[in-house]
């Protein structure tokens, strides 16, 4: 094969590579926009309107370790077929649900797939574009269509929503999947990783079913905190994730190193990216609502409105990275958290008549550029001082703590906004402004938070800045979802 042809085909297998990252990252957001109509449809409790968004989240970041593991040693290509085909059957029958229980258990079928198709993608980049100035284009735009990905999907979903109908959301998932099988198999070459081929079972049981314990319990916190399903599914997921952490001190290839989490700024890194997963995927959520059922803004209306945040950190991420060098990635990491905590209290003074340009976008515009300035910085931090052969496992981490984070924050903040929401009806509220009082404690929780993660990373993120920032030879880690 000639030398232009074999570049045609990479920069090919970089489009099918690209749509995949795409439509693992939209599908976390898509069907934000469609809940209003899918839960008066199917008639989802509050609780189960929480576990559509939760179910994929939390199974997508729960086994992604386990899911890049799986990747290199059966086989990344045979993975990703895999993992498109099962995510197009599962979003088929998410999109033909007709109860709670079908829908919920479908997103959480996407999410394993998810798990499987994320990193088989990233690994079939990798050895795709191996080196050079390629390989930095490469992986740009992977990483762009990861930083747009979420705003697509609430753009696409308000659209889908409001021209055709919610199930669409999902049933989209068959186009891109015929275009990845088809693609896949036409142009992705077989590669696997070297050396023994073991599996951590055991630790991918405990993680999975002790993250999935913790968000249930906190779920059933909305029902009062010292319940005994509560306390004892609480409980039960603080054993399990304790048995995890034994597992992996103990097996010779674990599923997460502990190494990896004992660095402080890394583990910092972790944390903060866990924050933002619950803001992204817990506190917009409920902004959507706000947006359709108190504002009476159409899904498109609100897909638009929603994009705003997304506009601006794309216009601050620029400024910031040419910043970087100058000031060392400390102070844009505390920073940040501040400013967008700032937007996210502002969004807290919402009212039922309030505008969308007075009372809603000025708090999206802040948040974005809060957003911004710990992007650029936070995946890098999360491979400082790693090894090599630790790179993996560190990218994927980071990557799996938005999700899980996102998890864990939604169930907290549905807690929040349940409490809210009752303690006004009981007050004689009227159902708009009780609807808005939910939103805004979840709004102030989420603000809270972001603070808290401003503290994090003012305590771990400590160092010379020329060991903080990546070197030229650095590993390339994409955010994937």
């Excluded at 010379?464 to 920032?469: Q, R, V």
Aim: charged residues 10%; proline residues 4%.
């Amino acid at each position: 094969m000639s030398a232009p042809s074999t570049d045609r085909r990479r920069w090919w297998t970089l489009a099918v590579l690209s749509l995949t990252q795409l439509v693992v990252v939209l599908d976390g957001t898509i069907v934000n926009i469609a809940l209003p109509q899918a839960q008066a449809e199917l008639g989802l409790t509050d609780g189960q309107r929480q576990w559509v968004v939760t179910a994929y989240a939390l199974t997508f970041g729960a086994l992604l370790l386990l899911g890049g593991r799986i990747a290199d040693y059966a086989g990344r290509r045979r993975v990703f077929l895999v993992g498109m085909a099962g995510f197009a059957l599962a979003s088929l029958w998410g999109g033909l649900a007709q109860s709670a229980g079908e829908l919920i258990a479908a997103r959480g079928l996407q999410g394993v797939f998810a798990a499987l198709l994320a990193p088989a993608a990233l690994g079939l980049l990798t050895v795709t574009f191996p080196s050079g100035p390629d390989r930095n284009v490469a992986f740009a735009v992977f990483g762009a269509i990861a930083g747009s990905g979420a705003a697509v999907g609430l753009l696409l979903g308000g659209v889908l929503t409001e021209y055709a109908d919610w199930r669409w959301c999902l049933l989209v998932n068959l186009f891109f999947g015929a275009l990845g099988l088809v693609g896949g198999v036409l142009l992705l070459s077989e590669s696997t990783a070297e050396g023994d081929n073991r599996y951590d079972v055991w630790g991918a049981v405990t993680a999975t079913l002790g993250l999935g314990s913790l968000v249930y319990g906190f779920t059933r916190a909305e029902h009062g905190w010292g319940e005994l399903d509560t306390i004892g599914f609480l409980t039960l997921g603080v054993v399990l994730l304790a048995a995890f952490v034994l597992v992996e001190s103990r097996v010779s290839q674990p599923l997460l190193p502990l190494r990896v989490l004992t660095h402080r700024v890394r583990a910092g890194a972790f944390i903060v990216q866990a924050v933002v997963g619950a803001v992204l995927i817990g506190a917009t959520l409920y902004l959507t609502f706000h947006l359709q059922i108190v504002l009476g803004m159409s899904p498109l209306e609100a897909g638009l409105a929603n994009v705003v945040m997304t506009a601006a950190t794309l216009v601050v991420v620029p400024f910031v990275t040419k910043l970087l060098p100058r000031i060392g990635p400390r102070p844009v990491m505390v920073v940040g958290p501040v400013v967008a905590a700032a937007g996210l209290l502002l969004l807290s003074r919402i009212t039922p008549d309030g505008g969308y340009l007075t009372h809603v976008m000025p708090g999206l515009i802040l948040i974005g550029v809060g957003l911004a300035m710990v992007f650029v910085p936070l995946q890098n931090l999360a491979l400082t001082g790693v090894a090599a052969h630790d790179a993996g496992a560190a990218a994927a981490t980071v990557n799996s703590a938005m999700q899980v984070g996102g998890s864990i924050g939604l169930a907290l903040f549905t807690v929040f906004y349940a409490d809210a929401m009752e303690s006004s009806l009981v007050d004689g509220s009227a159902v708009p402004a009780a609807l808005t009082d939910g939103y805004a404690a979840v709004f102030v929780a989420a603000g809270v938070a972001m603070l808290l993660a401003a503290v994090v990373a003012a305590v771990t993120v400590r160092g010379p800045k020329e060991d903080l920032l990546p070197s030229a030879d650095a590993p390339q880690v994409v955010h994937v979802g």
